[in-house]
């Protein structure tokens, strides 16, 4: 048989530790249910204010509702001062074949009927459950080199040329062979970095804020995010973008080779092909 019609011989390399599947999985966990149990929260009063108080009559920074026309319900979404028709998924869906005044659809919140004690209920447990995950990992990642050996950019790689090139490299689904296989890209770092150090401390933090009891112990979180009302709005929009990064997260993974990054996060073995390593 020629060797040059064999199939090319695939490499696994272990790429994922023990301590990163375990904390990811949980995470994956946590985030799941933080966001279906936050939008059924939400529901209880679906609009966002600037500043230190919040209420009906307040001018918004955005609102979802429901508005009569003719003899239809009209989903309708306010962000400032526009205004868009979301019937259907926004302010009016459907339950049990009727059109009705509803902030979700319910098969987006948790518990999928309206309850809001259940809902604050599941979310605080997953949200100390997401806070003791993170303490670990902080710790691994600090104590084990995890940070600086896996998430830490070289310099040449902040470079504008560099990233161009990456980002173009993503825009053609071109995806990093052979060596660069091996670990994180620049942009993957950077989106790791925002995530870990940026966007789930402040969720956090906007969170207690928002925590009466909290108020009460640590009064100066208030006066850092502006106002209870301002830390709610920053705590939706943390959400928001978690969850745009999870979208993207996903759309790579499976751009990628699924089954391929699957592994890796179940086993913490990637595969690699002769040829990628050539490359």
């Excluded at 390399?13 to 279906?36: G, K």
Aim: proline share 5%; net charge positive.
């Amino acid at each position: 048989m020629d060797t040059h019609d064999a199939p090319p011989r695939k490499i696994l390399i272990h790429r994922h530790s023990l301590a990163v599947r375990l904390t990811h999985w949980v995470n994956v966990l946590c985030l799941t249910f933080l966001l279906l149990s936050g939008l059924q929260i939400f529901m209880a009063h679906p609009a966002l204010y600037w500043g230190q108080y919040g209420a009906n009559n307040d001018p918004s920074v955005l609102s979802i509702g429901a508005e009569q026309d003719g003899n239809a319900l009209r989903g309708v979404t306010r962000v400032g001062g526009l205004s868009f028709t979301t019937t259907g998924v926004l302010g009016v869906s459907n339950v049990d074949g009727v059109q009705r005044a509803r902030t979700f659809p319910d098969w987006l919140t948790l518990p999928s009927y309206r309850d809001l004690a259940t809902g604050r209920r599941w979310h605080f447990f997953f949200a100390w459950l997401l806070v003791i995950n993170g303490f670990i990992y902080l710790l691994y990642g600090l104590f084990a080199g995890h940070f600086r050996r896996d998430l830490l950019p070289e310099g040449r790689e902040l470079t504008p040329s560099h990233l161009g090139h990456e980002i173009a490299d993503h825009a053609r689904l071109r995806f990093p062979k052979g060596e660069a296989a091996r670990r994180y890209n620049s942009l993957q770092k950077l989106a790791y970095i925002a995530v870990i150090f940026v966007l789930l401390p402040l969720m956090v933090a906007t969170g207690l804020t928002m925590s009466p009891g909290m108020d009460a112990a640590l009064p100066w979180l208030v006066d850092v995010f502006g106002g209870r009302q301002s830390a709610r709005t920053l705590h939706f929009v943390a959400a928001t973008l978690l969850v745009a990064f999870v979208i993207v997260h996903l759309a790579m993974v499976v751009l990628s080779g699924p089954f391929n990054n699957l592994r890796s996060m179940i086993t913490g073995r990637y595969a690699i092909t002769p040829e990628d390593q050539r490359s």
